[in-house]
């Protein structure tokens, strides 16, 4: 699908005229637009049942790709939630991890807060991204966008309703390896998010909280219905073999992927034809190289050692 196409999709408009003022707008607000199937199109959020036609991106567009861990939860925060939000995320930054959030109040915007101290973060809107909502979130917003990156799956001018934030709760969860509800009420949206990972076959974790705290009945509900229950980045690192991968000795047998990168960056499609390995299998290998530090994502499309 090239961009014209899924524009007509997105702008549900036959008018060739809308396209192109789309496509001038993208230019001149420096938005990267990345349909369905191009080589910069996220490779786990492509595999979701219902992907987003088209992705406008404004920032860093090559994060996109990288190993990540959604962090959400409620609007109305407590002190301890926010806290726990802030500091979970940059730690898992500090050790490369993406954090992707909703740029909402509370949790959301503590993930990112924390995630900026000391790596990188992603913000999926439920807006058109050249609207700042909620408007208080502008610095941050800002901020991301020079970063991180802004994404959406919304033409431009397109204000928030309420059916498209738990819309665009199911890129949060395809764009990540893992979510973490931090606090969230029995109805919370940060559940759709949660019930929207396992559906996808991603990780569910939760923060334990208070018995007494109303935003934290679902996150203590999600523990005692199987999610992770996480004190620490350890837990959640752990869930994905990062600590023991990291920990252990590579050797030219466990590692061909350094072996073939060796002669020069590959394409994902380039490595897998050489190693004839499962997409799932290389996915999983390369987003431990890159956690541990010894491979990257290059703004080629193309992964290299570092």
Same mark, same amino acid.
């Given at each position: ?35 369905? $199937? ?63 959030? $909703? ?15 000391? $790596? ?17 979130? @502008? ?8 970063? $991180?990156? &802004? ?16 819309? @665009?709760?199911?890129? &949060?969860?395809?764009?990540s390896m893992g979510v973490v509800v931090v606090e969230a009420e029995k109805k919370s ?5 949660? @019930? ?75 490595? @897998? ?8 299998r290389l996915s999983e290998k390369l987003t431990l190289l890159e956690i541990d530090g ?13």
């Open positions: 699908m090239n961009i014209e196409e899924a524009l007509f999709n997105v702008l549900k408009t036959s008018n060739a005229q809308e396209v192109e003022r789309e496509i001038q707008m993208a230019k001149k607000l420096g938005v990267t637009l990345i349909p369905f $199937g191009d080589e910069r199109y996220p490779e786990f959020l492509s595999q979701i049942h219902d992907p987003p036609p088209l992705l406008y991106a404004k920032g860093r567009i090559d994060i996109l790709k990288n190993f990540s861990i959604a962090i959400v939860g409620s609007r109305k925060a407590t002190s301890y939630g926010k806290m726990v939000a802030m500091n979970l995320a940059r730690d898992l930054a500090q050790r490369s991890v993406t954090i992707v959030s $909703g740029l909402a109040y509370g949790i959301d915007s503590s993930a990112h807060l924390g995630a900026l101290k000391s $790596g990188k973060t992603v913000a999926v809107l439920g807006n058109g991204v050249d609207v700042v909502y909620p408007s208080s979130n @502008r610095q941050l917003f800002e901020e991301i966008s020079k970063k $991180g990156c &802004i994404v959406s799956e919304f033409p431009f001018g397109f204000k928030p309703q309420k059916w498209t934030f738990p819309k @665009r709760n199911r890129i &949060i969860a395809g764009l949206g940060s559940l759709i998010t949660a @019930r929207l990972a396992l559906e996808e076959g991603r990780e569910v974790f939760a923060i334990p909280g208070e018995i007494f705290s109303k935003t934290s009945e679902g996150t203590n509900a999600l523990i005692k219905s199987g999610a992770k229950c996480v004190t620490s980045f350890e837990d959640v690192l752990d869930e994905f073999g990062y600590l023991s991968f990291s920990s252990k000795p590579q050797t030219k047998d466990e590692d061909p992927i350094i072996d073939v990168l060796k002669d020069g960056p590959k394409s994902f499609e380039e490595i @897998r034809i050489s190693l004839k390995m499962p997409i799932s010894k491979v990257m994502y290059n703004d080629n499309g193309k992964y290299m050692l570092i």
